[in-house]
């Protein structure tokens, strides 16, 4: 990214008013650092079952919600 630095028009001349001409460019260069974003993803899996029900008591499955 460029920034320029100019003087505005009216600071262009000289105390006797002659105008100032450009006669290179000065660069400088600074580092900006910007930090890498962090975000925290939470991977939330809901857990299921079959109710209790008093002819499946012995039946009971607990399975959780897998994702590829």
């Not at 079959?50 to 607990?62: K, Q, T, V």
């Amino acid at each position: 990214m460029d920034i320029i630095h100019d003087l505005p028009e009216e600071q262009r001349r000289c105390p006797e008013g002659h105008e100032l001409k450009e006669i290179g460019t000065e660069i400088s260069e600074q580092l900006d650092i910007i930090p890498a974003k962090v975000q925290v993803l939470r991977h939330i899996r809901k857990k299921i079952c079959l109710p209790m029900l008093p002819s499946r008591r012995e039946n009971r499955r607990i399975t959780a919600a897998t994702y590829s």
